[in-house]
C-alpha cells in the first residue's frame, strides 16, 4: 500500500523556503510544486526531494500534479487569485487541501466548498498558518471559558520582524480595500481602522486599529459568536490618517498605483532573517463579552508569525497524513481543539485578570 504523500505548491517562495528546511524535523517529505520549472528543480536537486511543475489555470496540469497526493499544503499567494483552481483540483483528485492564507474571501469560499468536499472525502482547511492558528485556538479557548459570549475581539502584534514579498503583495493587491466586521451573524464592510484602541498584550502596551483578519470568518465557524472585531498594531497617525481614506481610496485601488506598490516590494529582501525571526515574538489578545457585560480575557505569547507558520502547517500536514482528519470544511481549532497552538514550542497562553 503507498504511503501518503504531502506536495508544497509555490515551494519556492519566502514561508515554503522555511516549511522545507522544518520539514525533516516534523517527520514529513514533501514534493516540491510550483510553476516555474527552473526554481523548483534547483530546489528539489538543493534537499534531494521529488518536484512536480504545474500552472494551476491549466486543469490538465493541476490534475497530472496531483495524481497519487493525499495532502497540499498550498503556499502560492495571493489566494485570491490561487485558491480556487487548486480547491477545485483537490475535489477532482481525492486530495486533502491546506493552505496558509489569511483572506476572509478564501475562508469563505472553503465553506462553501463543504459540502462538495463532503462528498469528496477530503479536508478543506485554509489558514494553517499564523494566520489563523493562534487566533483561532485563542478564540476558542475564550469561547469554552465563557460559553454565551455575544462579542470576540481579537488582536494581534509583532514586536520584531518584517513582511514576505507574499504577504506584502497580497497588501498591495488591496489597497483602498475596506475592514471588515462581524455583525449579528453576518460580515458587514466596514472603514479600515474605523476603531482604534490601545490593548494590554501582558510585555507592553499597544496602540491597535480595527483591520479585515480572516478570523472574521473563522472564528464565527469555530465559536459561534455572532460579533467579532479584529485589531492589528498601528501607529496612532496611521490610524488618524485613515479617517481620510474616503478621499484618497479611490487612487490606490488604480492598477499603476498598485503596480507600483508592487515593484518596490521586489527590491525588498524576501523576508526577515533568520536572526530577525528568532529575536521576534508574536503576541495575541482575545476577549469575550456576554449580554451581561461578564467578559472573558486571554493573551497568547508566540514565535515571530513566518516561523510559526511553518511550524503549525507542519503540524496540520503532520496529523491530517497520520489519518486525523475529517471530511469537509474545518477551522484549524473547530477540528484539532483550542490547545493545538500549545504544540508549538515557546508559546505562552495566560487568563487575563482584570480589575
Known amino acids: 500500500m503507498q504511503s501518503p504523500s504531502f506536495l508544497l505548491y509555490g515551494a519556492n517562495g519566502y514561508t515554503a523556503g522555511l516549511i522545507i528546511r522544518m520539514s525533516a524535523e516534523y517527520?514529513?517529505?514533501?514534493?516540491?510544486?510550483?510553476?516555474?520549472?527552473?526554481?523548483?528543480?534547483?530546489?528539489a536537486s538543493q534537499y534531494s526531494l521529488e518536484y512536480r511543475i504545474a500552472s494551476l489555470d491549466r486543469q490538465e496540469e493541476v490534475d497530472a500534479?496531483?495524481?497519487?497526493?493525499?495532502?497540499?499544503?498550498?503556499?502560492?499567494?495571493?489566494?485570491?487569485?490561487?485558491?480556487?483552481?487548486?480547491?477545485e483540483g483537490c475535489l477532482r483528485n481525492g486530495t486533502h487541501y491546506l493552505d496558509i492564507t489569511g483572506e476572509i474571501a478564501v475562508f469563505e469560499l472553503g465553506k462553501r466548498m463543504n459540502q462538495r468536499a463532503l462528498d469528496a472525502g477530503i479536508l478543506i482547511m485554509p489558514g494553517v498558518g499564523f494566520d489563523v492558528v493562534p487566533t483561532d485556538c485563542m478564540a476558542l479557548f475564550v469561547?469554552?471559558?465563557?460559553?454565551?459570549?455575544?462579542?470576540?475581539?481579537?488582536?494581534?502584534?509583532?514586536?520584531?520582524?518584517?513582511?514576505?514579498?507574499?504577504?506584502?503583495?497580497?497588501?498591495?493587491?488591496?489597497?483602498g480595500g475596506t475592514g471588515?466586521?462581524?455583525?449579528?451573524?453576518?460580515?458587514?464592510?466596514?472603514?479600515?481602522?474605523?476603531?482604534?484602541?490601545?490593548?494590554?498584550?501582558?510585555?507592553?502596551?499597544i496602540f491597535c486599529m480595527s483591520i479585515p483578519w480572516g478570523d472574521i470568518s473563522t472564528a464565527y465557524t469555530t465559536t459561534a459568536i455572532p460579533n467579532i472585531i479584529t485589531y492589528?498594531?498601528?501607529?496612532?497617525?496611521?490610524?488618524?490618517?485613515?479617517?481620510?481614506?474616503?478621499?484618497?481610496?479611490?487612487?490606490?485601488?488604480?492598477?499603476?498605483?498598485?503596480?507600483?506598490?508592487?515593484?518596490?516590494?521586489?527590491?525588498?529582501p524576501a523576508g526577515p532573517s533568520d536572526e530577525m525571526r528568532e529575536k521576534a515574538t508574536s503576541l495575541i489578545w482575545v476577549k469575550?463579552?456576554?449580554?451581561?457585560?461578564?467578559?472573558?480575557?486571554?493573551?497568547?505569547?508566540?514565535?515571530?508569525?513566518?516561523?510559526?507558520?511553518?511550524i503549525t502547517s507542519l503540524l496540520i500536514t503532520r496529523?491530517?497524513?497520520s489519518g486525523s482528519v475529517a471530511p469537509g470544511y474545518h477551522t484549524p481549532a473547530a477540528l484539532f481543539g483550542a490547545d493545538l497552538i500549545l504544540e508549538v514550542p515557546n508559546t505562552q497562553r495566560v487568563i487575563v485578570t482584570e480589575a
Request: charged letters at 20%.
Open 65 to 87: 500534479m496531483l495524481k497519487g497526493i493525499s495532502v497540499v499544503l498550498h503556499a502560492a499567494g495571493p489566494f485570491q487569485h490561487t485558491a480556487l483552481p487548486m480547491m
Open 232 to 268: 492589528t498594531r498601528s501607529s496612532p497617525g496611521t490610524f488618524k490618517m485613515l479617517q481620510w481614506q474616503g478621499v484618497f481610496n479611490w487612487a490606490l485601488r488604480l492598477n499603476f498605483v498598485r503596480n507600483y506598490y508592487k515593484k518596490k516590494i521586489k527590491q525588498k
Open 319 to 321: 496529523k491530517v497524513l
Open 143 to 175: 469561547k469554552n471559558h465563557l460559553p454565551d459570549a455575544s462579542h470576540l475581539e481579537i488582536a494581534f502584534a509583532t514586536l520584531g520582524g518584517m513582511l514576505s514579498h507574499g504577504t506584502a503583495t497580497t497588501m498591495a493587491e488591496n489597497l
Open 288 to 310: 469575550g463579552t456576554n449580554d451581561a457585560g461578564t467578559s472573558f480575557t486571554a493573551r497568547l505569547r508566540a514565535p515571530e508569525g513566518y516561523t510559526l507558520t511553518a
Open 27 to 43: 517527520g514529513v517529505k514533501p514534493i516540491l510544486a510550483g510553476r516555474n520549472e527552473a526554481s523548483i528543480r534547483a530546489l
Open 180 to 205: 471588515a466586521e462581524r455583525v449579528n451573524g453576518k460580515i458587514v464592510k466596514k472603514p479600515l481602522g474605523e476603531k482604534g484602541k490601545w490593548i494590554d498584550f501582558g510585555l507592553k502596551k
